[in-house]
């Protein structure tokens, strides 16, 4: 079965061609981070502009470069929510449009369950379930007990900001561009993590719960207290801070497994499971659980890829 994924629910453009779930023929991302590089963040409106001029070129290549025409689809899957709304409804649209001209059917697509099946995209290998689920990007940080490739149980979330969300402030705090895990990661590979003792909230309790505010307040305290040492000191805050964001991550999935030792495996998902120490710190206290990431770092971020994946395992149900 192939799938036309539809992807717009923030600053990425994305159309994919997906057959039966894995196969990736085809993943445009279209990305305007770099507009907002400077801004901190995305600025809805401008977003939903870039989205309607992208929208129409990213369609077309990704029919042309998966080498077929809409008569060759068999659904389209759209992100459905939740995101920013003039973003998203670009996207609706255009799906809409094209199921109505082309008479395909049309499938919705939460886009948290998109990032949790990017982890099938280019993987042949059956997973174990229950597995636990790790999926943390710039809108959420959620933990996973899941049961099937559509059903699951959330676990813990988090009380206030996404992990991603915290990198992206944290790297405003330390004068880094948008976006901050990217940037952070990068500043942090010449820093000393062990430099700057931030806390790991939560860390006495047995939760699956994540809270970043704490954190980020504690490095804006460090930044103040060595003002003027800023440009000095970023590699270490960065990589200390960076630190301290990973640490709660493990932290948690740690209890997780606690709690449900009959689980084999652990994905991690979204935009932050590119992060490399992030993989590593995870990678080091799963033991004897195996870890899965997505197969190359775009099916981490926001790509249509895994909303038609996701497409096709909701329409197996
Ligand atoms: O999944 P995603 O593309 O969009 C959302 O659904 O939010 O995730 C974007 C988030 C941003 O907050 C960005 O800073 C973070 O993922 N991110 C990273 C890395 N690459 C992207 N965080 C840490 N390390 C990275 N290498
Ligand atoms: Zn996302």
Known sequence: MIILGIETSC??????????GTEVL??????????FAQSGGVVPEDAARRQVELILPVLHSAITDAGLSYADIDAIA??????LMGSLLVGVMAARTLSLVHNIPLIGVHHTLGHLSSIWLEHSEEPTFPCVTLSVSGGHSDLWLRSSHTDGKLIGKTKDDAAGEAFDKGAAM??????????IA????SGDA???NFPIALS?????DFSFSGLKNSLRLAIQKHDGDLEKLRPNLAASYQEAICAQLCHRVSHALTLYPDVKEVHTVGGVSANSRLREMLQGNISPCALRTPKTI?????????????GYFIQLE
Do not use: H, Q, W
């Open 78 to 83: 759209i992100t459905k929510g939740p995101g």
């Open 298 to 310: 775009p099916y981490c971020t926001d790509n249509a890829a895994m909303i038609a994946s996701a």
């Open 26 to 35: 085809c993943n445009i991302i279209a990305s305007t981070k770099d507009v």
């Open 204 to 208: 006495k309790e047995k939760t699956c």
């Open 186 to 189: 990068k500043a942090a590979e």
């Open 174 to 183: 330390l004068g880094l561009p948008y976006p901050g895990g990217p940037s």
């Open 11 to 20: 600053d990425e453009t994305s159309a994919a061609v997906v057959r039966n």
């Open 194 to 196: 062990s430099a700057f």
